[in-house]
C-alpha cells in the first residue's frame, strides 16, 4: 500500500525531540512549580494482524522508551477471536523481551511498569 512506500525512518527524532526536551523542562523546574510538561505514557497502536513486529516498530519503541513509558495496544483487538489474540499478545510479549522492550502493564486498571 501507499503507507508502505513512506520513509519513516526518522519520523521518530521530532517525536523525541517533544519528549526530551519536555522532561529536561520537568528536571528544571524549581520544587514549587505546578506544571508537569512530561508525557507520562506512550500508546503505541499496533496493527491486528498477528506477525512479526516491523523493525521500524523496534527501533520507535527502543527510542521511545528512554522518555516515557510505552503501552502497546493491538488496534481492533475486539474484532478479533479470543485464542488469536491470546497467542498474539503472546508472540508480541516474546518478541518485545528479546529486543529489551519493557511495556507497561495495567493491572487493576492503573499502570504497572515492569522491569
Request: aromatic residues 6%; proline residues 9%.
Amino acid at each position: 500500500g501507499f503507507a508502505s512506500q513512506i520513509n519513516y525512518d526518522n519520523s521518530v527524532m521530532s517525536m523525541l525531540e517533544v519528549l526530551e526536551r519536555r522532561l529536561k523542562n520537568y528536571h528544571e523546574q524549581g520544587p514549587f512549580d505546578r506544571a508537569d510538561p512530561r508525557v507520562h505514557i506512550c500508546l503505541y497502536v499496533l496493527p491486528p494482524q498477528p506477525r512479526p513486529l516491523r523493525e521500524l516498530d523496534k527501533r520507535v519503541m527502543i527510542e521511545l522508551q528512554r522518555c516515557a513509558p510505552i503501552l502497546p495496544i493491538i488496534a481492533k483487538a475486539d474484532t478479533c477471536d479470543t485464542e488469536m489474540l491470546l497467542r498474539y499478545q503472546s508472540q508480541l510479549r516474546t518478541e518485545l523481551a528479546a529486543c529489551g522492550i519493557v511495556p507497561v502493564v495495567l493491572k487493576g486498571g492503573f499502570p504497572l511498569h515492569l522491569q
